[in-house]
């Protein structure tokens, strides 16, 4: 077995954790769909059929970041248990194990947001499948970076409650300074222009835009929202991988992270 | 070539040193054991070996390949059986053993046939639907062992194999090492059990504050202890003074209590001494009845070469 084929098999294993706590995840995303039910309920007295199509592509994306940032918490686990020492142990460059943990968060994070989006599909007509299609491994590169900003935090905590308290924060101040549970308009009626700009700019914005126009709405896939969301995933994809290489380095100096 | 080299190897955890300029070999195709309390540097010293821990200072090489310049070639030919279980929480001890033996290239045709067995053999086959989480600590430190057993590194590793495994399964365990060695492995044990190493070393390493105090056979490590062996002789009649003499002379004995009927001696090796204790009894016509020899544990080596018992802390 070549070393990337182990790579691939390490990625494999991890991603199919994943599954093992699907039941978490699909817990985790009903009470954001709650959430923003009873935010559409605040937002406009009652569920509209626009507001629904305008919720729909927010909660898939709601599916992908979720997905995601359980790559935080199966590190900081594997980090605890001893397993990513067990990982240290194997045939594979510490890079590779990197990589392999940073790409099984974004497989996660495709595959759920991916069945969400068949599901949205049913209820929501969709106007471009292609293009739909077309968005699937930018939304992976998405996936990657929310999962490298997990791994992040997963890397600096020392404490289970510190993770999730951090992974909290993280849910609460992307989805929240965003545009998935409401258009910017309406954000800029009541939150100060900088707010604004930041939740117009925030990748899962971006992403449940780019579903909105091109996927549900039928417009050409936009070239810009693309851009964007690439340039924002990408770097956040490197800090999540470097902090976790620095954390495995930490652990062959001090013994433990 | 040495299949463990290490050079002046030193690791420093803050202010404290774990291993402190260690030169230590092991040969190809033995077993060696590596003793010392907790805290003597024997997990460090593993630690290092299977690429883990980087070392503060000095070399280390693995069948002739350096565990910083080339760790990953270095765990392509060491296995390692940790102190604590190490597992996927919610994946079968069947699963595990599977994703290690194909990270390791075993054959796919001969895997789950191999997999069964030392499922088996180490009396894991039972548990083979619970998931790791919910094994005991004896089961668990078994499939770790079971991990390493699957693999047949060049050079296998176990750190206190048998810490919380019932008398039963350590037999079966020493037994599965023992196989390993004998299949062509290397191995080295640590721990801090002195039966599980008289059961399995060739030799023994002796550590100590992160340094190496003595590495011998168990034999010559006992020898090496002046007057450690224990006889006691008895004999139908008192013992005369003429007998006492005549041993004292003998040489190679450091004490000698006649009392009675009985004669107790502390001699340096008691292979020696005995035939020629009872020549010079049989010579002055002495009978002997009973001759019990005991021999200096690995206990009483430790703490002949230590000052410290290895039950004591550091």
Redesign the interface.
């Known amino acids: 077995?070549s070393?990337f084929s182990?790579f691939v098999?390490?990625a494999r294993?991890d991603f199919s954790?994943f599954f093992?706590?699907k039941w978490l995840m699909a817990i985790l995303i009903s009470l954001n769909i709650s959430d923003m039910l009873v935010t559409g309920l605040v937002y406009k007295g009652l569920v509209s059929f626009d507001y629904f199509r305008f919720l729909v592509p927010g909660i898939v994306v709601m599916g992908l970041f979720s997905a995601a940032t359980d790559t935080g918490r199966r590190i900081w686990?594997a980090l605890r248990?001893?397993?990513v020492?067990?990982y240290?142990?194997?045939?594979?460059?510490t890079s590779g194990l990197v990589a392999a943990y940073i790409i099984s968060g974004g497989l996660g994070g495709i595959v759920y947001s991916g069945l969400l989006l068949i599901i949205a599909f049913v209820v929501v007509p969709p106007q471009g499948i292609m293009n739909a299609i077309l968005l699937l491994p930018f939304l992976f590169i998405l996936a990657t970076g929310i999962a490298g900003l997990a791994a992040f935090f997963a890397s600096i905590s020392r404490v289970g409650e510190i993770y999730w308290t951090y992974a909290q924060a993280l849910q609460v101040s992307m989805v929240t300074i965003s545009t998935i549970f409401y258009p910017a308009s309406t954000i800029s009626q009541y939150l100060p222009g900088p707010i604004v700009a930041i939740a117009e700019n925030n990748p899962l914005s971006l992403a449940a835009s780019a579903l909105r126009d091109s996927a549900f709405g039928g417009s050409a896939l936009s070239t810009g929202i693309v851009g964007n969301l690439l340039g924002v995933s990408l770097p956040l994809a490197g800090v999540g991988a470097l902090s976790y290489w620095v954390i495995l380095r930490t652990?062959?100096?001090?013994?433990k992270p | 070539m040495f299949a463990v080299e290490t050079l002046s190897l030193s690791k420093r955890?803050g202010k404290t040193d774990a291993l402190r300029e260690l030169n230590f070999t092991v040969d190809e195709g033995e077993i060696m054991v590596i003793l010392g309390p907790n805290g003597s540097g024997k997990t460090?010293l593993l630690?290092t070996l299977?690429?883990?821990?980087?070392p503060t200072s000095g070399t280390a090489k693995v069948m002739g390949i350096d565990v910083v310049k080339d760790g990953?070639?270095v765990?392509?030919v060491?296995?390692?059986a940790?102190q604590?279980a190490?597992?996927?929480?919610?994946?079968k001890p069947s699963s595990i053993l599977k994703?290690h033996a194909?990270?390791?290239?075993i054959d796919p045709v001969k895997r789950q046939n191999l997999i069964e067995q030392t499922m088996k053999e180490l009396e894991l086959w039972e548990s083979r639907d619970k998931l790791f989480m919910h094994l005991s600590g004896g089961q668990a430190k078994r499939l770790e062992t079971a991990k390493v057993l699957v693999q047949r590194p060049k050079l296998a590793i176990f750190d206190e194999p048998t810490s919380q495994v019932d008398l039963r399964g350590k037999r079966k365990i020493w037994d599965k090492i023992r196989e390993l060695r004998d299949q062509g492995s290397t191995v080295i044990v640590a721990t801090n059990e002195v039966r599980e190493a008289e059961y399995l070393a060739d030799r023994v390493t002796i550590l100590h504050k992160g340094t190496l105090v003595v590495r011998d056979s168990i034999p010559k490590l006992k020898d090496a202890i002046a007057g450690g062996d224990v006889v006691e002789v008895g004999f139908e009649d008192p013992v005369a003074d003429k007998l006492v003499e005549d041993l004292k002379n003998l040489g190679g004995i450091l004490t000698m209590s006649p009392e009675g009927n009985q004669l107790r001696a502390n001699v340096s090796k008691a292979e020696d001494w005995v035939p020629r204790m009872t020549s010079a009894s049989y010579n002055v016509g002495a009978k002997i009845s009973t001759i019990k020899i005991t021999e200096p544990s690995l206990d009483d080596v430790f703490l002949h070469f230590t000052g410290k018992s290895l039950e004591e802390n550091p």
């Open positions: 077995m070393e182990r098999h390490i294993t954790y093992r706590t686990l248990e001893g397993v020492q067990y240290m142990t194997l045939p594979v460059r652990i062959r100096v001090k013994g | 955890y460090t630690m299977c690429t883990i821990l980087k990953t070639k765990r392509e060491m296995g390692i940790f604590e190490r597992g996927f929480w919610r994946h994703f194909s990270m390791f290239d």
